[in-house]
């Protein structure tokens, strides 16, 4: 296991991502540390140690006053905003339950760009409190801000407003006085909560000449450790204790402080308010930090677009997104680079897009591609300096792998050769280019890895050799036509049926069966089209292999894209409007004539990022398939056995209309990162196996393993890697390693299931190796 005092940052780390935390500022840990070695009193306790305790308690809570602007009310420490905000919701729903059935239709409202802390808060106690209240969004326009009519109208009816002071996502801010003006004059007296959180420290804030009834505040959100918060509460507004016990904070928040915490935001706040320490910069110099960041970011992305308007928004927060990239694309090679920002969606190979972007309703994309670059009020000039610089760097290689354009006119030595699935929510899209030829084809696009495509090609000046469908669903987009199009005069044929398969050839291949298919050329390779009706009744195999003397013979075929009928854990389904299952058997027993038990199978959606699959692995597990193609069922059996299993779809789940498919999967061998220097030294042999991508390879190369064994195969083309590696099986060994540990496992389960033997992982990745 590492040592904790071995968890360090790297150096040279350049932090953009201070809306999710900010790191503790040296003098916050000071006096959290001096707390602990010193003051470590129990600030309940009668003894001069207590008291002293007590002091650091008491003086925080004023100057808590004052950089709040809180004269009156209650000021509360809480382990942070999350308390705080489930603290007035709680005391506010308490209250209302008195009221809500004096009231028809009672609503809870709150801003639809909230942080989730007040949207799920406000539906649990709703529920558990037995309210009985609709909780409802209160809309934005597209620069975040909140619908003034919309709560002139409903606000009458509410029980509890809660709104925010400014966005997390977005930095966008509310104009309170405003606001205020609109409910007061609706509801005097409905009970009205602001999120304060992202605007301590960056906004003034004048809480007593305020109707505001609750504001939460958290301190790792300003340079202050985890855990603690402060709650604000006005003179009147109904309170119950979220915690009760030994009667701390006069009996509103029990528990022993966290004394520590406490004492850093008192360092904190004398700092802001000290007019002669420049910590804290002013807004000025911050609006001065965020155009240098947004004129290195417009640079290097020409196609850049911030998704929102810098005239409602604080200066620290740059939400932005570059078309052709995915968030996942921007965030790892800045993480590579050693910058820290954040991505609007969650890193999984399911695709989310932010909420936030969603409610000012933002194009699809921008919401997916979303990264958030946030800084904080005491960032110096240097920072920003030294971030700018750090983006430009990195950026040049994302030149270097074609996935943005190069202005100067310098040529690109991609490495892009071979086979690459490009996923994106669970479906494949199939490129495979020739380098040496300059030859390009892509199976079974989907819309979002468009511009992508054509950015490569045009990067590389690729001849797009054809860009295929398996099939066709009814009524479904038909995204490899929309892409055909922007290749109108570049393709090799523009004379294409419905799943784009050039009508001229006239070049045949004869298969394993001794049938004859069409092919088109790519490369030294050929791809031949079978049909394979069943899924649906256009569904066709795409076979690629060398033919030699124009036979295609099974075990020259190295991938076959069987789009949804073969699938990694099963078969797709044959219940749908076009599908037929007799088809479906033919189908199946005459693609296993062609190629052999171990060809590797391409399919068109991936659920668990296992990438392929081949007859011989999917008949261990799939017991129909196994009986179609020992040649045991009638059609009539098949149609029964294959009935029920797509009965047993799960139909609520998006990916239903493919087959809900799931493989056994093994679990590779980790090797810990606290062991990994050892691992090395006890296996000289072993070859490491980066599987992050050329960028973010190019971006950071770890030079304390140069001595080792490297490759960089990205995931994106472990399935060429497999190909190719066929007879490096036993040996060496691999010990596949990525930034955070996810992609190096999917690798590792992918080598190990394809018959590699000593296969390893690193948990945790790079970012646990710095
Ligand atoms: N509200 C906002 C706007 C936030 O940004 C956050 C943290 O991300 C929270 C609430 C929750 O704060 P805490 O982490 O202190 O519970």
């Known amino acids: 296991m590492i040592n904790l005092t071995d968890i360090q940052p790297q150096s040279d780390e350049i932090y953009l991502d201070n809306n999710a935390t900010t790191p503790v500022l040296p003098q916050a840990a000071e006096a959290a540390i001096h707390t602990m070695n010193l003051c470590y009193g129990n600030p309940s306790s009668s003894h001069m140690t207590g008291i002293r305790a007590k002091y650091i308690l008491e003086s925080t809570r004023k100057l808590a006053r004052q950089v709040t602007g809180a004269t ?47 949207p799920e808060t406000l539906k649990h106690w709703n529920q558990i ?29 509410a029980l509890m407003v809660c709104t925010m002071a400014a966005n997390n996502e977005t930095g966008v801010f509310q104009d309170l006085t405003a606001l205020q003006n609109i409910i007061r004059s609706n509801n005097p007296d409905v009970l009205w909560m602001v999120d304060c959180v992202q605007a301590l420290g960056k906004i003034s804030l004048d809480l007593t000449n305020t109707s505001i009834d609750y504001a939460p505040f958290s301190g790792h959100k300003l340079y202050g450790p985890k855990g603690i918060g402060v709650l604000y509460v006005r003179d009147n507004a109904p309170y119950t204790p979220f915690i009760a016990g030994g009667g701390q904070e006069s009996g509103l928040r029990s528990g022993t402080e966290n004394l520590p915490g406490i004492a850093s935001l ?42 929102h308007d810098f005239a409602y928004s604080l200066p620290t927060t740059l939400n932005f997104s570059v ?83 190069s202005d100067a006119d310098e040529i690109i030595d991609s490495n892009a050769d071979g086979l690459q699935q490009w996923i994106y929510d669970q479906q494949c899209t199939w490129c495979y280019v020739d380098k040496n030829k300059k030859e390009i084809l892509l199976i079974d696009p989907v819309p979002e890895i468009a511009s992508k495509f054509e950015t490569l090609v045009n990067c590389q000046d690729f001849n797009v050799k054809a860009v295929l469908a398996t099939h066709l669903h009814q009524h479904q987009e038909d995204c490899a036509e929309m892409i055909r199009n922007v290749f109108t005069g570049k393709l090799s044929s523009e004379s294409c049926d419905s799943l784009g398969w050039d009508k001229s050839v006239t070049q045949q291949v004869s298969l394993e069966n001794d049938t004859l298919a069409y092919a088109i050329t790519i490369g030294d390779k050929v791809l031949a089209k079978i049909d394979i009706p069943g899924h649906t009744d256009n569904s ?33 389904r044959s219940d749908l409007n076009t599908s037929d299952s007799v088809q479906m058997h033919h189908s199946l027993r005459s693609l296993a004539q062609v190629i052999t038990e171990h060809t590797l199978i391409c399919p068109t959606h991936d659920y668990q990022q296992l990438f392929i699959t081949t007859l011989a692995l999917e008949k261990q597990t799939n017991p129909v398939l196994a009986d179609v193609l020992a040649k045991k069922l009638s059609d009539e059996q098949f149609v029964e056995a294959k009935l029920e299993l797509d009965q047993s779809i799960n139909n609520d789940t998006q990916s239903a209309l493919c087959g809900n498919i799931k493989a056994d999967i093994e679990p590779s061998i980790d090797v810990d990162p606290g062991d990994f220097s050892q691992f090395l030294a006890s296996n000289p042999d072993v070859m490491i196996f980066d599987v992050r991508e050329p960028h973010e390879f190019e971006a950071n190369r770890r030079e304390y393993i140069r001595d080792q064994k490297i490759i960089n195969v990205p995931l994106t083309q472990i ?47 790079f970012a646990l190796l710095s």
């Open 719 to 765: 399935t060429h890697f497999v190909n190719t590696h066929k007879a490096a099986k036993t040996q060496p060994s691999y010990v596949c390693i990525c930034r955070s540990g996810s992609r190096s496992d999917a690798a590792a389960k992918t080598l190990k299931r394809m018959g590699f033997e000593n296969v390893y992982h690193v948990p945790g990745g």
């Open 540 to 572: 066709v195999a795409y076979l690629l292999g060398e033919a030699k003397q124009g036979r295609l013979a099974a075990e020259d075929i190295e991938y076959v894209f069987a789009g949804d009928t073969l699938q990694i854990g099963g078969i797709g």
């Open 129 to 157: 409190l037995n309210i009985g209240a609709e909780v409802v969004a209160i809309p934005v326009d597209g620069n975040g801000i909140l619908d003034f009519d919309f709560i002139a109208k409903h606000v009458g009816n």
């Open 266 to 307: 008192n360092a904190i706040f004398k700092l802001l308010n000290d007019e002669n320490d420049d910590t804290f910069k002013s807004h000025d110099v911050l609006v001065s930090y965020r155009a240098q960041l947004e004129k290195t970011l417009r640079e290097v992305f020409p196609a850049i677009v911030f998704n």
């Open 72 to 118: 009156d009310g209650e000021i509360i420490f809480t382990s942070g905003a999350t308390e705080g905000i489930q603290t007035s919701i709680i005391s506010a729903l308490i209250a209302a339950r008195a009221t809500a059935s004096l009231i028809t239709k009672p609503v809870l409202l709150y801003g639809a760009t909230e942080h989730k802390a007040v």
């Open 323 to 405: 078309k052709g990239l995915s968030s996942k694309d921007i965030m790892d090679l800045f993480d590579a680079a050693k910058i820290r920002v954040s991505s609007g969606s969650a890193c999984s190979s399911k695709v989310s897009g932010s909420f936030v972007l969603d409610a000012m309703n933002k194009p699809r994309w921008q919401s997916e591609g979303a990264i958030r670059m946030s800084f904080g009020p005491a960032n110096t000039q240097d920072e920003i300096d030294k971030a700018c610089a750090a983006i430009k760097d990195a950026v040049s290689a994302l030149k270097n792998s074609c996935l943005i354009l």
